[in-house]
Nanobody, 115 residues
């Protein structure tokens, strides 16, 4: 069983920065593509960024140029650096691990960009 534990969420003023972390355990981390998704109550969960086992990245148009996803194989950790945060980035952010059709999710961490 894969366990994903997120951290790093919180309250930040618009224009500020946060870095989310997700530590994976119970699996071979290098086998999984990793990603960050977010969800606002009443809306569907949406993709924010993904990173493949080879390091290829993909971003939602709304976060391109502001967010950066990265992974550290030695620490079994994936990061999401979020800069220039906007109120519309406010959501619960979820870490995802994917291997083929198999998906695992973290418990989520709240990010709020508000003055």
């Amino acid at each position: 069983q894969v366990q994903l534990v997120e951290s790093g969420g919180g309250l930040v003023q618009p224009g500020g920065s946060l870095r989310l972390s997700c530590v994976a355990s119970g699996t071979i981390f290098s086998l999984y593509a990793m990603g960050w998704y977010r969800q606002v109550p009443g809306n569907q969960r949406e993709l924010v960024a993904t990173i493949s086992t080879g390091g290829s990245t993909k971003y939602a148009d709304s976060v391109k140029g502001r967010f950066t996803i990265s992974r550290d194989f030695a620490k079994n950790t994936v990061y999401l650096q979020m800069n220039s945060l906007k109120p519309e980035d406010t959501a619960v952010y979820y870490c995802n691990a994917r291997w083929g059709t198999i998906n695992f999710w973290g418990q989520g961490t709240q990010v709020t960009a508000s003055s």
